[in-house]
C-alpha cells in the first residue's frame, strides 16, 4: 500500500544529501543533520567562517511557488528558538552564526539548488 509519510520522508533526506554535497562543494564543513529540540528541527548545522543553520526545502515544480515560498514567518520564529536552543546546550551563545535557506526544485530532471541568504533579516 502507498505511505505517504515514508515517501515525503525519503525525498525529504534525498534533498537534505544533495543540500550538502552542495554545501561541501563550497567549502562549508556538515556538523549535524536533522538535529531535534522540542521547538523543532535543524535541517543541516554547517561551518565555514562561522555557524550556517541551513533550512532545507525541496519542490517538485514551481506551479504553487518556489520552495522558499514554503518558509513562512511562523517557522522562522520556531526555527529561531530551535538555533537559540542549540546554541545554549553547545555553549556557543556567544558564537557568530547565520539562517539560511536552502531551496532545492526539480527542474529537466535536474536539481536547482538556490541558496537565500540570512533569511532572518525577512522577520
Known sequence: MY????????????????ACRYLVEHGFRIVKRNWTCRW???DI??????LYFFEVKF???V??????DYVTAKKLKTLR???????????????PWQLDVLGIQL???KLCIKRYQNVLGFL
Open 107 to 109: 527542474k529537466y530532471r
Open 63 to 68: 506551479r504553487y511557488g518556489s520552495a522558499c
Open 81 to 95: 528558538r530551535a538555533i537559540d536552543r542549540y546554541l545554549y546546550l553547545n555553549k556557543l551563545t556567544d558564537a
Open 59 to 61: 519542490r517538485r515544480s
Open 3 to 18: 505511505d505517504q509519510p515514508v515517501q515525503t520522508r525519503s525525498i525529504g533526506f534525498l534533498a537534505e544529501s544533495a
Open 40 to 42: 523543532g528541527e535543524l
Open 45 to 50: 548545522i554547517a561551518a565555514k567562517d562561522k
